[in-house]
Nanobody
Framework: QVQLVESGGGSVQAGGSLRLSCAAS?????????MGWFRQAPGKEREGVAA????????YYADSVKGRFTISRDNAKNTVYLQMNSLKPEDTAMYYC???????????????????WGQGTQVTVSS
């Protein structure tokens, strides 16, 4: 069983920055292991924000955050980060970390692909 704990959320004004962290109890360094960030705003479906492969470091982003958010990992610490810059009010949501084994055709942005989830951390961006 993998446990994921998010931290780093908070309230910030538009244009500001936050860095989220996801500490995993363990994760393999593999070309087929994905760590992802999702978010869910009130009344909306959970959406994929970014994902990273723990082996090799390939990363993926939703169009809405490209150029503003950066996902990274520290395998020695079993921790994945989401650096969020130029935040907008529409980025307000609960942010969740997730983990999964993937392979050919893995849809990093799809909630149902992931087996393990954290409890979430709230991000609020005011205008």
């Amino acid at each position: 069983q993998v446990q994921l704990v998010e931290s780093g959320g908070g309230s910030v004004q538009a244009g500001g920055s936050l860095r989220l962290s996801c500490a995993a109890s363990r994760y393999p360094e593999s070309l087929n292991y994905y760590m992802g960030w999702f978010r869910q705003a009130p009344g909306k479906e959970r959406e994929g924000v970014a994902a990273i492969v723990t082996g090799g470091g390939s990363s993926y982003y939703a169009d809405s955050v490209k150029g503003r958010f950066t996902i990274s990992r520290d395998n020695a610490k079993n921790t994945v980060y989401l650096q969020m810059n130029s935040l907008k009010p529409e980025d307000t949501a609960m942010y969740y970390c997730a983990a999964a084994w993937g392979g050919y055709g893995f849809r990093w942005y799809a909630e149902r692909e992931y087996n393990y989830w954290g409890q979430g951390t709230q991000v609020t961006v005011s205008s």
